[in-house]
């Protein structure tokens, strides 16, 4: 008996992609798109035309625009958490891989715009469309261990002071970087500083780092 078999949009070069492969390409593609433009701003056609391909490839592995938008905010996520895990922290000394850990966020979202282009439009749409994510829990679960191990040894070790909360350590770290990328033209314009020179992006992340060390550092005693 035959039976219809829904296969993979060829394209124009004639050839089938790999599936993996071309569903990575698109959401790389799709991730300026949306980051640019935001889910609203953001055309399918224009995505396809990036890519040199059809809108209907592009529908086959995701469905809808909404789907993709979703899985360009997964891939976002997925992307740093996979780059934290890598850090080591677990070599180094509590302060020390403190510091370590808050310099990584900053040098990140600062090279990486798309990123905090994409959380400030999610947060406009009140995290309606991540909410759905099936992983994006299991997906940040790693930074909140890894702040939270830190944190720890630094209390064990006496260094780091009692009763502070990981993810609101967390919280504070991902507000000091975060402001440097989504406030930088306006803050930059208003006071008039030059925020983009890399003497001023050095002293700004030391000042981060710095900051977050002597609010978790335990104060000698009276």
Not at 32 to 40: N, P, Q, S, V, W
């Amino acid at each position: 008996m035959n039976e219809l078999v829904q296969s993979a949009p060829v394209e124009k070069t004639g050839r089938t992609n790999d599936p993996a492969r071309t569903m990575a390409d698109i959401i790389e593609v799709a991730t300026r798109e949306f980051a640019e433009k935001g889910l609203a701003g953001a055309r399918i056609d224009d995505i396809a035309a990036a890519m040199r391909t059809s809108k209907r490839m592009i529908y086959y592995y995701f469905g809808s625009k909404e789907a993709l938008y979703l899985a360009v905010l997964e891939g976002a996520y997925a992307r740093i958490r996979a780059i934290e895990a890598q850090l080591q922290l677990e070599d180094l000394p509590p302060e020390d891989a403190l510091r370590k850990l808050v310099g990584f966020t900053f040098d990140y979202q600062l090279g990486n715009p798309d990123f905090v282009r994409l959380v400030m439009n999610e947060n406009i749409h009140r995290g309606e469309y991540l909410a759905q994510s099936k992983s994006i829990q299991r997906l940040n679960v790693p930074v909140i261990s890894a702040v939270r191990e830190v944190y720890e040894r630094g209390v064990k070790a006496g260094v780091f002071r009692r009763n502070l909360d990981p993810i609101d350590l967390h919280m504070s770290i991902s507000a000091l970087c975060f402001f440097n990328v989504a406030n930088r033209h306006t803050f930059a314009l208003i006071f008039q500083r030059d925020v983009d020179s890399p003497r001023a992006i050095g002293a700004r992340r030391d000042s981060v780092v710095d900051m977050v060390v002597r609010f978790v550092r335990k104060q000698p005693g009276p």
